[in-house]
């Protein structure tokens, strides 16, 4: 996890307005607005990473509301289209869906379906698909 860290804090974007990272207690917040537990490396990855840019994928944040990629709006698009509501969205790809499952694997939300397409965790997931996008 400190390697995928280190190497997102390498590869992160200079933006003219940069994104904030989250506390303990918006997380609380989060959780009780969309009545799902955020799973742990998700967690992590939000208060520790999720301030990071970096090329065309935007996963989702959870300090901003007005935010595109805020983690509540993004979970109600994603279940509104059919993403079951037990998976937690980490990112939306052209209107498909990469989400965490309550035990911390990766899935593929894709045309209407889970895919075969997983990763064992967030933090495969960062090194496999976002910084190798």
Known sequence: M????DLLREHNE???VPLELP???RLVEIE?????PIPRDMRTFLLEASD????GIEPVTAADPNSHTYLPEVTAVAWSQGVPRYLMPLCEVNGNYYCVEPEGEVV????GDLTDESWPSVWHWIRDVWLES
């Open 2 to 5: 400190d390697e995928i860290l």
């Open 14 to 16: 200079s933006v003219p």
């Open 23 to 25: 506390d303990e207690d």
């Open 32 to 36: 009780e607005e969309i009545l799902l």
């Open 52 to 55: 990071v840019v970096y090329g």
């Open 108 to 111: 593929f939300w894709r045309d």
